[in-house]
């Protein structure tokens, strides 16, 4: 049995991450991934610029503070990534993120998902 057991904390792995070959449990990855999306290394190759990787930055360690589970901004950090992303690509000032430009941004990423949704039907 002890190949069911998480590398990490010692705690039981559950049918799927056994199924999955996982080392690990959930738990554990989430919080390795929190972790990593928090390192400098992490942090300047994923954005060009200081203030956006800190303000990025910023924002995990707020979902920390309110007791957001590890689970859950692991779930969200990839897409928020993107949305950050391409926002220091975007504005100039900070004053310049308005629920539009928000909203403009969303719309983007749906219309990029689309289009690669028709790729892979066509191609
Ligand atoms: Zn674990």
Do not use: P
């Amino acid at each position: 049995m002890s190949n069911f057991i998480c590398n990490r904390c010692g705690g039981q792995l559950n049918n799927s991450e056994i199924n999955k070959k996982a080392t690990i449990c959930h738990l554990c990855y989430s919080k390795a991934r929190v972790e990593r999306i928090q390192t400098a290394e992490f942090l300047n190759t994923n954005f060009e610029k200081t203030r956006s990787a800190k303000l990025f930055n910023k924002y995990v360690l707020y979902l920390k503070e309110i007791d957001i589970s590890v689970e859950t901004i692991r779930k969200h950090s990839g897409k928020v990534l993107k949305i950050f992303q391409i926002a220091e690509k975007e504005f100039i000032k900070l004053s310049d993120i308005t629920e539009n430009w928000l909203l403009n941004i969303i719309e983007k990423i749906r219309m990029l998902k689309l289009l690669n949704q028709v790729y892979s039907t066509f191609y």
